[in-house]
């Protein structure tokens, strides 16, 4: 049987930043991984150039059933502990809108940096490895594995969510939890696109790859961002946002001109005596396509000199308040995170250890702690397996 101090489950973001911070304690240190390469998520992200981190990083930018919860990993490993990991590496990057931060060539700029920092320290990864059963006895954890069994004083589960099955996401970090009584927070897709109730989805179906900047709401968040007409319901990223904070059944509330006051916009076409049709104004803020979607024929028909109180009303509503009700997301498949995971309340916020089961930690996407769109997840997997990697 191989002996080792610290064996971590799964091969992402968070297992090898883990796994690198207990090799420079000079732990004998292993991680295990189904998959046939190291980090697929990472080389996937960011369409492929890796969204790494933010600038800006705080505890709002996070969902949990406990939201105090990630303070302490956050703070003590920061987006600038980060960035100076890639700066040490030279590899180029630039920032985007609200602060995210994207590799400038590649994603595997990233994931070799990380395994570059794993063989610097002795980590040994061992991928395409099963693993059939897992017990605790005498202060060891016994894996047997496709390739033979494994002690281990620290097992850290870094197993990730549910999303994108494609990529090889499986609930086994929750199954790990549920043996050792852990309790999990029933997991649901986030950061997904909505699909549309079937009339709606006829009726917007032609609006597909239209793109507008939206302010998109509902009684507990908002997000300015684009908003994107696909053919299967609506994406884009205040979408994607405000979809980890919608609930099945609920409302969502769009303005299409957050930048813009229509109402007063109209009133004062009106007052100058403007002969042009409502129609050939709107075209001047919104795509047409989308505004003889979303607005019936005899009144876009109408000349703004002609408009009554009711009809900018009506337009108003319509484009600064349209009200719609998704039919349910596109689920896991094309999620970018799961929301939901290991009960924090079970976990010391310092160590990431379980608070009943000694040597045993949750860290990344599998525990409840899910970031906005925009670097914060990585941030996330970083802070919490340094944490982690401290202690085990």
């Known amino acids: 049987m191989l002996e080792i101090d610290v064996v971590i489950i799964g091969a992402g ?19 295990l991984d189904h998959a046939n390469k190291a980090g697929k998520k990472i080389l996937m992200s960011g369409g492929g150039r890796c969204n790494f981190t933010n600038y800006t990083v705080d505890a709002s930018h996070y969902l949990s059933h406990n939201k105090h919860f990630c303070k302490s990993a956050l703070s003590r490993y920061t ?5 100076e990991l890639v700066t040490r590496y030279q590899i180029p990057y630039h920032e985007r809108e609200h602060g995210q931060l994207f590799c400038n060539d590649s994603a595997k700029d990233i994931l070799n940096l990380l395994l570059n920092e794993a063989m610097r320290y002795d980590v040994e990864i061992k991928l395409s490895t099963t693993i059939n059963e897992i017990t605790y006895t005498s202060g060891q954890y016994i894996l047997k594995t496709s390739q033979g069994e494994i002690a281990c004083n620290s097992l850290v589960v870094a197993t990730g969510g549910l999303s994108i099955p494609k990529m090889g996401a499986t609930p086994f970090g929750y199954k790990i939890a549920e043996q050792f009584n852990v309790p999990v927070d029933k997991p649901r897709a986030g950061l997904v696109p909505f699909t549309l109730q079937p009339a709606d989805k006829d009726k917007f179906a032609e609006l597909s790859g239209i793109a507008v900047k939206s302010t998109i709401s509902n009684t507990r968040q908002q997000f300015t961002e684009n908003l994107l007409f696909t053919h299967r319901g609506l994406s884009g990223p205040a979408v994607l946002q405000i979809s980890s904070y919608w609930l099945t059944g609920e409302d969502i509330i769009i303005d299409l001109l957050p930048a813009t006051d229509i109402d007063s916009v109209l009133k004062e076409h009106r007052q ?7 129609k050939t104004v709107l075209d001047d803020y919104l795509p047409k396509r989308l505004v003889n979607c979303l607005l019936p024929e005899a009144l876009l028909n109408i000349s703004i000199a002609n408009l009554s109180d009711q009809h900018i009303a009506t337009v108003t509503q319509q484009l600064h308040q349209w009200t719609i009700k998704p039919n349910g997301t596109e689920g896991y498949r094309t999620a970018e995170v799961t929301l939901g995971g290991v009960d924090c309340d079970a976990l010391s916020s310092k160590t990431m250890e ?26 996330w997997a970083w802070a919490s397996g340094w944490c982690a990697g401290q202690y085990v």
Not at 13 to 31: D, F, N, P, Q, Y
């Open 354 to 379: 379980c608070k009943t089961q000694a040597g045993l930690y949750f860290i990344g996407e599998v525990v409840d702690v899910s970031g906005w769109l925009g670097g914060y997840n990585f941030q």
């Open 79 to 83: 987006q600038w502990d980060f960035i």
């Open 13 to 31: 973001a968070s297992g090898l930043m883990c796994a690198i911070e207990a090799g420079k304690r000079g732990r004998k240190t292993l991680v």
């Open 272 to 278: 100058q005596g403007e002969k042009r049709l409502i």
